[in-house]
């Protein structure tokens, strides 16, 4: 089965996963939108120039950061393939360019952010299946009867904790009562997903490490975990006095 | 009627510190100070690099273990498949740049799925210098888990795999981005 799995969506097919996940996403996230105070077209078109942004974001980041390598060969710049990519560069103009879309638009941050959780929530289990697909974000060698077989070892599935931690996460913020209080939907999302990051993040194989074996992730994770704390703390301080 | 009441604020904060300090025991206690995937050999970026022996078509032999010391580009690759004849040039014209650098290309044609008699005309035909090894038994197409073509594996001077490349064509400019980074 996983076998079968990984053949179907090897790289580089196992982007089809994400934009599968990207579709369900926006369509889920469509459905409560007007909940949340923000028009479904208002949604559609966030994400649509978030999506464009982060595609053409993370290619001109990659560029910029090897710019001798490209001035030798501009033409590389309009390659087709998809490893000249930075992830992190692609994100920060997304968001850049939804902040200033949702500016120009009148959009309120925290009610925006409400209305696409199910998007980012759905969004997550795709990339947790798009590493199973890969086989990348691998796990620790174990003995554990659930350990898989991957990279001539068995290792923890960590792509199956993440899958289903963020399986988890979905149908706890998807059924969740509407909160009127704008912000909480989304804080309660991240706070959970950087909890179960914190967590699964210790299983895995390919921890890039700082100050002498701590793990990276996990302590991304940690600090995004306090800087939520404090963010729900100054979302229901402001929504009360509001 | 039992009505739930929400959390104090201190409660709240309590809450908050007693799971900021057990994530912190968790990631302490998960500290890795080993470097596991560095001793084992797979096709993964982190993993030692399988090794493997193969030959020419005239004959020569390569054992991609005693290249340790010169960064090694190893491309998958057959005649049939249109994205691996678009990026020979590049590589050649990277190999021609890089060679005295310490880059070595062994370019792998997956013989086992792919017609021998065309392999001497294809290196003919691009002008590739570079060692053409030949995959008759799909040994190294097993090892390297071979899915896609082509496939590039880009390998340090210790012989630890630092990129993968699945699909092509791969550009000049991707190639010297990859290569740079084994030869540092």
Redesign the interface.
């Given at each position: 089965m996983l076998t079968l799995f990984r053949n179907l969506f090897s790289p580089p097919r196992h982007m089809i996963l994400l934009l599968l996940a990207a579709w369900i996403g926006l369509t889920l996230a469509e459905k409560r939108t007007e909940r949340y105070g923000v028009s479904k077209d208002d949604l559609n078109n966030l994400t649509y120039y978030g999506l464009l942004a982060f595609v053409i974001g993370g290619r001109l980041s990659f560029v910029l950061q090897n710019m001798p390598a490209f001035l030798k060969s501009p033409l590389g710049i309009l390659s087709v393939n998809p490893d000249i990519f930075d992830p992190l560069g692609g994100m920060a103009v997304a968001v850049i360019t939804a902040v200033v879309y949702g500016q120009r638009r009148g959009l309120k941050l925290w009610n925006s952010l409400d209305a696409l959780t199910p998007f980012f929530a759905i969004l997550s289990i795709g990339i947790g299946l798009s590493h199973l697909a890969a086989g990348t974000a691998f796990g620790l060698e174990t003995d554990a009867a659930w350990g898989i077989n991957l990279w001539n070892a068995t290792r923890h599935p960590t792509q199956i904790y993440e899958t289903a931690a963020s399986l988890l996460i979905f149908g706890l913020v998807w059924l969740q009562k509407q909160n009127p209080l704008s912000g909480i939907h989304f804080l309660t999302y991240a706070a959970l997903t950087a909890a179960a990051q914190l967590f699964i993040q210790a299983f895995h194989g390919d921890s890039a490490l700082i100050f002498d074996g701590l793990r990276q992730g996990q302590v991304m994770a940690w600090i995004s975990l306090a800087i939520i704390f404090v963010l729900l703390e100054y979302r229901l301080k402001e929504n009360h006095e509001g | 009627m039992y009505t739930r009441k929400a959390m104090s604020?201190i409660q709240?904060?309590s809450l908050?510190l007693l799971?900021?300090i057990a994530?912190?025991a968790?990631?302490?206690?998960?500290?890795?100070?080993s470097n596991?995937?560095a001793a084992?050999?797979?096709?993964?970026?982190?993993?030692a690099a399988p090794d493997f022996t193969l030959k020419t078509p005239d004959g020569e032999e390569y054992t991609l273990s005693e290249l340790k010391g010169s960064a090694v580009l190893v491309n998958l690759w057959a005649t049939w498949c249109p994205p691996c004849r678009a990026e020979m040039p590049a590589i050649e014209k990277m190999y021609q740049e890089y060679k005295d650098q310490g880059l070595v290309v062994l370019a792998v044609d997956m013989t086992y799925q792919d017609n021998p008699a065309d392999v001497a005309p294809f290196i003919q035909e691009y002008g590739l210098t570079f060692p053409i090894l030949l995959d008759e038994t799909g040994a190294v197409g097993g090892m390297y888990q071979l899915?896609?073509l082509p496939s590039s594996y880009f390998i340090d001077r210790f012989g630890i795999i630092q990129e993968v490349?699945?699909?092509?064509?791969?550009?000049?400019?991707?190639l010297?981005?990859r290569i740079?980074q084994i030869l540092e």
């Open positions: - | 604020k709240r904060i908050y799971i900021l994530g912190a968790w990631i302490a206690a998960s500290a890795d100070t596991a995937t084992t050999a797979a096709p993964q970026v982190g993993f899915r896609s490349v699945i699909g092509g064509p791969m550009s000049e400019a991707l010297r981005t740079e």
